[in-house]
């Protein structure tokens, strides 16, 4: 049977995520910029949630980072890959120009290298921080690997000023409040 792509709220994906997936929860604070579904039939069989990158040194305003992928158990072959394919259009389509995640090191990244993704550093150990306490998982003891699309961008970001917002695309809403 065929595997199709479908919209769904991270919510919903987080809600899947956390009775389906192998060894993570839903994200932080359901979390995440946006989410992806795929089905097969009438069944939802797979949900990828896509958010700003956990690492602050990678938080550049062009990379964007998969959080969770993830699928049933009998999920049609290739589930995988047609999400982190998604992924990474929607991504591009929006200006984006690079895109990580992480997988266990026990894990093959096949569903990644299918689609263009190449591994790039080994990452692990405790994320918990003294002004950034996390809830303890044994999931972040482990290394991972982390994978890559795109190409990092060192220029920022074009940034809208709060004045041309104000000014030019709404009108004058301070002087139109005081009438």
């Keep these: 049977m065929s595997v199709q792509l479908c919209p769904t709220t991270i919510k919903k994906a987080n809600d899947f995520v956390e009775k389906w997936h192998r060894h993570s929860g839903r994200t932080s604070v359901d979390s995440g910029r946006w989410a992806i579904g795929c089905y097969s039939g009438d069944v939802i069989v797979g949900v990828a949630i896509v958010g700003n990158p956990v690492s602050r040194l990678l938080t550049d305003g062009w990379t964007a980072e998969v959080l969770r992928v993830c699928v049933l158990p009998d999920a049609p072959k290739n589930s995988c890959s047609l999400l982190y394919g998604a992924c990474w259009r929607a991504w591009r389509a929006m200006g984006g120009a690079r895109m990580v995640t992480y ?64 000014d030019d695309l709404f009108g004058d809403t301070e002087a139109e409040a005081s009438k």
């Design 103 to 166: 997988t266990l090191q026990k894990e093959n990244g096949a569903s990644l290298r299918a689609v263009g993704w190449t591994p790039n550093a080994v990452k692990g150990g405790q994320w918990d921080r003294p002004n950034r306490p996390r809830k303890h998982q044994d999931i972040y003891l482990e290394e991972k690997y982390r994978w890559e699309i795109g190409e990092k961008r060192t220029d920022a970001p074009p940034i809208v000023h709060a004045k041309l917002i104000q």
